[in-house]
């Protein structure tokens, strides 16, 4: 079957096989919102004409590299730190480390050590300039003392694995890591203006990344319910490290450059207009998609955020082909079209970035019941040619998810 044309070659065009017009639509709207929080664009608009001394940069994130970019572009830039997930150019003044994720490892400690170094040994004269985004908490890590970096690990893993909300992942973090909830302008011993592109779904900018140059509350009280309800105990060195009390620390000045709303208006105003959802994707996965799909009128709606995914299978998937592909299910027999896009092209360990899904996917594909128990949507939607796969975007906003009711 012939494949459109029309779509840029950031996404592997196989996914269009199954119907490529209708297809070529929905990819075309999810450029369009990859093109509205892309991050070097962003960063050089809000930090053109804000500074002219020298200037050290700290950029964590998945969309670091492009971040620290935009900022060298209209600063004084003369050193720094920059960590992300993939490998991309980075200023040439600037130290570029590739972090572990999703769960911190040797690599994120070697930056997390770096990047501390780094704020210690810049002197007054010389500013410091934080650029966050989505992907960081992991990326950049260094345990408070007193916590073994096996424990820290294994908490973080264990959340993972168990669906817990971002929340709970960052009220952890900020108790166990000396990174974390203003560790860095702790160890700058200054507040550091922060400039943040989001991947948390309605909330505020010192969740993404846990914060690393935003103090925030203290409560080992809570983190400890948290541990509870993983069944893990807490080692005596470890609950001395979370009643620590971190030194107290002026607020910054943070700017939140972009977020998934943003994401997905742009992919909404892309010709013919379509309907944006009003409230965040959240919560279970199977109750979210529920109430998206129940919501949706006919004609094409778009919505943003981030669902809860409880995964215990072996399979290969993430949240969005595991939505997709329950979708599927849900619209077998429809003329309905569904897509559920990771915005950093990368989805859990589905080695693909989504899916796009349509009535006639049960029809190709089979019963999915398998697949969803084990986890292994991707698996299923790569042989139906309805897997998404693209590079890493080089941004993070959480996801988008597009449903095309066509009667």
């Known amino acids: 079957m012939a494949r459109s044309s029309e779509v840029t070659v950031r996404f592997d065009p196989g996914v269009l096989d199954p119907e ?20 070097e664009a962003l960063t050089a608009a809000a930090l053109a004409g804000r500074r002219s001394g ?55 400690l070697e930056a997390g050590a770096a990047v501390l170094d780094a704020v210690r040994s810049a002197p007054p004269s010389v500013d410091i300039v934080a650029l966050v985004s989505g992907g960081g908490s992991a990326l950049c890590e260094s345990p408070r003392e007193g916590v073994p970096a096996e424990f ?5 893993n264990r ?36 400039y943040v ?20 509350p203290h409560d080992p009280e ?47 105003a892309a010709p013919p207009p379509a309907v944006v959802e009003a409230d965040w994707l959240r919560g279970e996965l199977g109750a ?24 215990s299978g072996p399979g290969r998937g993430g949240r969005n082909t595991h939505a997709a592909l329950l979708a599927a299910e849900r619209l077998a027999g429809s003329n309905d079209v569904f897509c559920a896009f990771a915005t950093d092209g990368v989805d859990g360990r589905s080695g693909g970035a989504g899916g796009i899904v349509d009535g006639s996917t049960i029809e190709r594909g089979g019963d999915p019941a398998d697949a969803l128990r084990s986890f292994d949507s991707a698996t299923y939607l790569a042989g139906t040619s309805d897997l998404l796969r693209c590079r890493p975007t080089g941004t993070n906003v959480s996801d988008l998810w597009i449903l095309w009711r066509r009667g």
């Open 222 to 268: 809570a983190a400890a319910v948290v541990l509870a309800g993983l069944s893990m105990s807490i080692p005596p060195g470890v609950w001395q490290a979370m009643k620590t009390e971190p030194v107290p620390l002026p607020t910054p000045e943070v700017t939140l450059l972009a977020d998934a709303s943003d994401a997905a208006r742009a992919a909404a």
């Open 197 to 216: 592109i989001s991947d948390v779904a309605g909330a505020g900018p010192g969740v993404v990344a846990s914060g690393p140059t935003i103090p925030g």
């Open 159 to 194: 959340l993972i694995s168990g669906g817990a909300a971002i929340e709970e992942l960052n009220l952890l973090r900020s108790h166990l890591s000396a990174i974390k909830c203003g560790g860095v302008a702790r160890a700058a011993g200054r507040p550091i203006d922060t």
């Open 20 to 39: 490529p017009e209708a297809r070529a639509q929905l990819l075309s709207r999810l450029e369009a919102g990859l093109a509205a929080v892309e991050p």
């Open 288 to 311: 979210g998609l529920d109430r998206f799909l129940a919501n949706v009128e006919p004609g094409m709606t778009v919505a943003a955020g981030e669902v809860v995914l409880d995964v």
């Open 152 to 156: 820290f690990a294994a908490v973080t």
């Open 54 to 108: 020298k200037t050290m940069v700290i950029s964590i994130g998945k969309a670091a590299p492009a971040m620290a970019r935009g900022a060298a572009s209209v600063l004084d830039v003369v050193g720094g730190v920059c960590v992300a997930d993939h490998p991309e150019q980075v200023p040439e003044r600037m130290s570029f480390m590739i972090g572990d994720h999703p769960v911190p490892g040797s690599a994120s």
